[in-house]
C-alpha cells in the first residue's frame, strides 16, 4: 500500500475522435513514482497525456492533477506539471536563450532567475557554446536536449514525459536517466512514456500496459514478470499486446529479400 | 520594430488589464512572434547561405512600399475614381495574396498547441494574443501598401480627404481580410490539407511572378495609358469589384454624390464585411476549429491519410514509362523518375522553380512590346519578326534555375542513398536529372509555344521549331556539363552560394544566344534548315556521353 498522496487520478476517462482511442482508463498514481506508460503505436499514450497537461480539453470521465481537476483548472494544472512533448515542437527560428526565456516568462519567472538557469542548464547538456545560435540549424536531439530544459526548468512537481529520449547521443541518455531517478528521490512524480522497453523497465517503479485505448496491465515490472512468466518486459508486452507473430513475419520478410 | 511595437502595445495595457488579459503573458507572446515574423522566409524574401536576418518582414514592407509609390503616381496622374480604384485595388489585392502566401503557415500552424497551450496561460490570454498579433500583422503591410498613395490623395484632394482616406482603408483591409479568411476557410473545408497546402504553394508562385513582373510591365503598361482623358464609368460588372464599391463611397464623401450607384456602393461596402463575418462564424469558423485541434491531438491528418497520388499507369504521361523511352541504364532512370516526380510533388521545389515560367511569359511580353508602337500595332506585325525565334530559346531560362534548384533540399540528408549505392558513375545519376528536368519541364512549355508560334508565324515556322528544340536539348546539355556537378536534392537549402551568379546568368545568355544566332544566320540561306540537325545530334551525343562518364571526383557533396 503506497502512503504518499495521489497526485494523479482518472476515472473512466474516455475520448473518442472519429473512433474511440481511449476506453475507460482508471489510474491511481502516487506522489513520487515512476510510472512507465507503455503500448503500441496508436494505442493512445499521447492522448492520455494530452488530457492529464490539459491540452485536450474534451473528454469523457473524470482526471484530477494534484487534487486540481484537468476539465476544470487546467492553468492551476499546468502551473505545476512539466510537459515534454513526443515531436520536437519548439520555435526554432529562435536561439535556445530566446527560446528558454520565452518559456520562463510563460511560467512567470523572474528574468534574472531564466537567464541564470537557462545557462547553467544549457552548460549541462553541452549546449553552451549554442545559447546563441538559431535552433534551425540544430539536430534533433540538440532540439530534444532544449525541449527537455524547457519542461523541467520551472522545477514542476509532476513531469510528464512522451519519448524523452528520442534523438540524444548515449551520454545524454545516462544523463537524463539519472536526472529522473534523482529527480524521483526529491519526490517529484514521472509519467513516462516511451516505446525503449530497457529503459522502463529499468526506471519504472510500476509499468502501466494499453492497447487499442484500454489498459491491459498495470504493476511493478516483478508483478508483470509473475504473472506472464518471461524474463524482459520486451517479452511481457509482446504477449500483452497479442502480437506473437514476430518470428513467422521475419521469416516471410527474409523469404521475399531471397526472391 | 519589435520595441517600437511592444511601447505601443505598453500604452494599451489597461485596456488589456481591463479585459482580463494577463498582460505579461500577452506580452511574451508577442514578442516572440513579432520576432519570428521577421525571421520567418517570405514569398518576396528568401533567405541565402548564413542568412540570420532579423529584417525579412521589413523587407517585404519596404518593397510594397516601392511598389505602392508606382500608385501614388497614378493618382497623380489620373482622375478621382481611377486612381482611387487603382488604389485600393492594389491594397486589397495584395493584402489578400500577402495572407495567403506568408500568414497561412501561421493560420495553419499547430505549433503554438504543443509550445504554449500546455504552459499556464488562459485561453483568454492566448486568443487575445492570436488576435493582436494578427492585427499587428496587417496594420504593418496596411501602412507599407498605403503610405505613399494615401500621401498622393492628401497632395492631390487635400486634408479633408484625411479621414475618409482612413476610414476607407480600414474598411477596404477589413473587407481583404474577412473574405480572404472566408475563403480560405471555404477550401479548407472541401480539401484536405495537403491540398490546401498545394494551393497555397501555388498562390505564393504566382506571388513571385506578380511581384517581378509586374517591377517590369507595370511601368510600361502605364505608360501608354492616357489618364487624364479617361472618363470612369460605372458598369454592372462595377458592383461586382469591392474596390469599387470603396472608391464609390469614399467620392460620395469628397462630392457629397447621393445617387442610387454611390449609395449602392456604400451599401456594399458596409454589408459585405458583416455578412462575411457572419457567415464565416456560423458556418466555417467551427469547423476549422476542430480541424485543428484534431491535426494537433492526433498529430497530423497526413499521418493518418495517405497522399492521393492519381493512378496514372495508363496514361501515356506515366513517368516509369517515359524513363523507359529516353534512360540507358537503371541508375538513370532511377534517378530520371525520382526527380521527374520530385519535380511536381515538392512544394519547395516548385516555388523555386516554377516562377521562372512566369519570368519567361513576362520576358516574352517584354520582346514583343517593347517598341514605341502600341500594343494592337506591334502583335499585327509579328509575322513579319524573328521574334519567333526569340520565344523558341527562352525555355533555357527555366532549364538554368531548374537545373540549379534541383541540388537543393530540406530532406538533402536523404542523399545518403547516393553514396551508398554500388554506383561507379555518378553521372547516370545527373543524366537522368538533366532528362527528367528537360522532359518535364521544357517539353511542355516548348509545346506551348511551338502552337503559339504555328499559330502567328504559320506552318513555315516547322522547320525553326525543329532547330530550336534540338538547340534547347543541346544547351541544356551544355549548361549541364558546365555547372557545378551535384547529385538530385543532395545539398542543404541554405548552403547555396550567390557568388558566381551574374557569372551564370551572363552565360546562359550566351548560350542562348550562340545557338540562337546561328540559327538565326542559317534561315538567311536557301538550303533546307533540317540539314544541321545531323550535327546537332552529334554534338548532344559527344555531350551526353562526357556527362554520363562523370566521375565521383567530379560530385560535389
Redesign the interface.
Known sequence: MNEHPIVIATQHLSKK?EVPVLKDINLTIHAGEIIGYIGPNGAGKS?TI?IL????PEFEGTASVLGFDVRKEP??V??RIG?I?E?A???D??TPL?YLH??G????METSQIEKKAKELLRIFSLADYDDA?M??FSKGMKQKVLLIAGMMHNPSILFLDEPLSGLDANAVILVKEILTQLKRDGKTIFYSSHIMDVVEKISDRIIVINKGEMIANGTFTELNAQSNNSSLEKIFTELTGNHEHQSVAGEFIDILNN | MEKFILTFLDLLRPLFLLAGVDYGQLRSILSIKIKMDNRRQTAVYRKKQNDDSNFAFLFMLVIYTIFSGFIALGIMASPFMLGVTLFFSYLMVMMAVTLVTDFSSILLDTSDNTIILPRPVDSKTLYVARVTHILIYLGQLAISLSILPCVALLYKYGLLLLLPTLLAIILAVAIAVILTNAIYLLIMRFANEQKVKTIINYFQIIMAVVLMGGYQILPRLLGRFDYENYVFEIHWWSYLFPPIWISGSMETMLKLQLDTPHLVFILLSTATPLIAIYATNRWLTPFYNRKLLSMNATGSERNEKSVEIKDSSKSIFNVDKIATWVTASNFEKGSFSFVYKMLGRDHKLKLKIYPSFGFMIVLSFLFIFNSKKDLATAWAELPTTYLNLVLLYIPVMVVQVALREVAFSDDFKASWIYLSAPLQKPGELLLGKVKAVFIKLIVPIYLLISIIILFIWGVSSIDDILIGFINNALITMVIASLADKYLPLSVPSNAKTESGNIARGIFTMFCMAIPGLIHYWLTKFTWPLILVVPFQFLLIYWLVKQYRNTSWMQIKI
Open positions: 475522435y492522448t494530452k497537461t490539459g491540452i485536450i492553468i492551476e499546468k502551473k510537459y512533448p515531436n515542437a519548439l520555435y527560428a529562435l530566446e520565452f518559456i516568462q510563460l511560467y512567470k538559431r534551425t540549424t
